[in-house]
């Protein structure tokens, strides 16, 4: 009878514990999943502090291409580059540039040779698995242009929070007409969000032989005010203008939309 009662309260101890984390399951499954953040919700928060220039480190691809193309274009383009004391020279910063040609990615890299600068690119660039492998050798990562691209959004806030400065082409894509297309509300968000100072940059001229090139550097885009309120579509759409506003006196009204033919 004794042994009995032993074994008895051996298997009740036993038990005790599987009772009790069987009961821990249940309260874990009866509880609500906490709520996932909407992409509003993301971009509503507080911006981030700005970051202090990371430690360069020179890539070979990246040295190369710059050098050989800086070469070229005093030779071809006579091209000249002004306002580069703008640039920050303590901490990174997003460079906003006019998107024409091809070229203006590397244009917008002779204006920081202090640095190597990571750039957005459409994904279609890097769907080429040469052409993809040459662009994140040079820090190029894909940006879906068609949508908020939210993925391509906390790249970029991962680049400029290692401390590295950012290139980006607000309009989304090339304009063919001598003047800027509307830009992207994405690049006012990641502006936002960011930080970091946003320095906008206007290449002036056709990559033409012999045709002067003129990239004027202008003074970073204020948006102290914009960033100690909430951030919203109406936020954006302010800080836009504001960056509009710049790129019309770098270009000297080059880069606002072309006037309506009279009826």
């Not at 430690?55 to 580059?81: E, G, H």
């Amino acid at each position: 009878m004794e042994s009995d009662k032993k074994s008895g309260a051996a298997v009740q101890a036993q038990s005790a514990p599987e009772d009790a984390q069987t009961k821990d399951e249940q309260q874990k499954q009866a509880a609500p999943d906490a709520p996932k953040e909407t992409n509003a919700q993301k971009a509503d928060k507080p911006a981030e502090q700005p970051h202090a220039l990371a430690k360069q480190k020179r890539t070979f691809l990246y040295t190369f291409v710059v050098l050989l193309y800086a070469i070229v274009v005093k030779l071809l383009f006579f091209m000249r580059i002004e306002g580069r004391e703008n640039i920050p020279k303590d901490r990174n910063c997003v460079l906003m540039g006019n998107h024409q040609c091809l070229l203006d990615p590397v244009t917008l890299a002779l204006c920081v040779p202090d640095r190597e600068i990571h750039f957005m690119g459409k994904k279609e660039l890097f769907e080429n698995k040469l052409l993809g492998w040459a662009f994140r050798k040079v820090h190029g990562f894909p940006v879906d242009r068609g949508n908020m691209d939210m993925a391509a959004i906390r790249t970029a806030m991962g680049v400029l929070k290692e401390g590295n400065t950012l290139g980006i082409f607000p309009e989304g894509t090339r304009s063919k007409s001598g003047h800027m297309l509307p830009l992207l509300g994405g690049a006012s968000l990641l502006a936002l969000k960011s930080g970091c100072d946003v320095v906008p940059v206007y290449i002036d001229g056709k990559y033409k032989p012999f045709h002067r090139i003129v990239v004027r550097v202008g003074q970073p885009v204020e948006m102290a005010d914009l960033r100690a309120g909430r951030m919203n579509r109406e936020t954006c759409d302010v800080l836009t203008r504001r960056i509009e506003a710049s790129f019309a006196q770098l270009s000297n009204g080059k880069s606002l939309p072309a006037p309506q033919d009279a009826a």
